[in-house]
């Protein structure tokens, strides 16, 4: 199966009714689409069982509650540079849609470069706090499991998440200055 089966992101935002660059869809976010569907299936079978050894057995599942907060936050951060790729972020409207159409190209790079720049000091951010934890050698309570990798792993889906934002917004730029 190719990427030419799965469908394109439409064309019109659906919120502004405004024109935007069509997104391919390609075998990274295919791959990063199973991946976070498999944590989220994890997830939720770690918390059946989880409930069923607790009232059922009165035995819950040693370290359920510690895997599925870092499953929640690997999904959460691995679906971010997809999100970004795709300037699929939530937005509000108030006061953008009363500029002029000459602007708007104009003022949606400013707001993704502002974006990629508050992206790029939270990737910087978590960086350093996972440092620290692994300098240390924290870890989970009851499995013992580190926490700086997945620390790390969110640094570095935010640092990508940056770039995606760039990308998308030149992107949305160049489409927008070509229809008009």
Known sequence: ???ENFPRVPETDPSSGRDRAPVPRN????ALGVVCGAMLLAMMALTVV???GRYVFVAPLQGATELTEMLLCAVIFL????VCFDRDHVTVDLVIDRLPAC???WRELATSLLSAVVLGIVSWRIW????QKASYGEATNSLRLPI???GYLCALCCALGVVLTVVAALRQLTFQLRRQ
């Open 1 to 3: 199966m190719t990427h």
């Open 50 to 52: 989880d409930v069923i």
């Open 148 to 150: 700086a990798p997945l």
């Open 79 to 82: 679906g971010l540079p997809a």
């Open 27 to 30: 075998w990274p976010r295919l």
């Open 128 to 131: 350093v706090y996972a440092g």
């Open 103 to 105: 602007v708007q190209p």
